[in-house]
């Protein structure tokens, strides 16, 4: 099983970019997928999450300017990220939660992509 994270890069405030994750090896269709984040020195954070049925979940700080997308067919999970701050900047990591429901915790995921930098200058 591999989740494959693409789409980071830097931009400037204001900005926008669009992740993506493809998972391949076997179907999350029925899985809570998330993305996370994690900047230098501090602990891995939730993002943002989708359950199977397609409720979301976002953390407060990125209410209203992200948002996450599934395609079940592709298997794939999407986060676009609008307006982004320098705050923003972190390692962004997809992440499969076999389980319906939206968990915030790291420790209740299965499997991580390999991460993909996100860097917001100011």
């Known amino acids: 099983v591999q989740l494959q994270a693409s789409g980071g890069g830097l931009v400037q405030a204001g900005g926008s970019l669009r992740l993506s994750c493809a998972a391949s090896g076997r179907s999350f269709r029925m899985y809570t997928m998330s993305w996370f984040r994690q900047a230098p020195g501090k602990e891995r954070e939730f993002v943002a999450g989708?359950?199977?049925?397609?409720?979301?979940s976002y953390v407060d700080s990125v209410k209203g300017r992200f948002t996450i997308s599934r395609d079940n067919a592709k298997n794939s999970v999407y986060l676009q990220m609008n307006s982004l701050k320098p705050e923003d900047t972190a390692v962004y990591y997809c992440?499969?939660?076999?389980?319906?429901?939206?968990?915030?915790?790291?420790?209740?995921?299965?499997?991580w992509g390999q991460g993909t930098q996100v860097t917001v200058s100011s």
């Open positions: 992440a499969v939660d076999m389980s319906s429901e939206i968990r915030v915790g790291p420790p209740f995921y299965d499997y």
């Open positions: 989708i359950s199977r049925t397609g409720r979301t």
